[in-house]
């Protein structure tokens, strides 16, 4: 392996219940992949947080539910931040190096949180 890449991503969870985190965790990580062109077997290690208002189920148990038992994963709950954006799940995907720049992807309000990479900012 030439070297690593880390991925960023985020999306926003319907709501508080084991089928709402691990469907929206299930799809950020799926796209992530896909807009990355990363094999699944190669992917190294994900950490995943969420927001301390997601306590159904813990989001990386969705990386598991996709087969993907070979890779390391470590979750962790976000810093309460006044304001912050509720109901928040997040990734930081480690593969092997990727061609070209990476695709970061940021899923329905989450593309918020990084408007310098999606373009979009906070509603005034």
Known sequence: MSGVT???GATVVESDTEAAIDQAT????VEMVDANDVEPAGIIAIWITQTADLTAIHAPSAARGLGWSHV???GGQEATVVGQLARVVRALMF???VNGVPHHVYIGAARTL???LTGEGEDP
């Open 26 to 29: 299930r799809e950020l990580l």
């Open 72 to 74: 390391a994963l470590l």
């Open 6 to 8: 880390a991925l960023r």
């Open 95 to 97: 593969v092997p190096s």
């Open 114 to 116: 990084r408007p310098d």
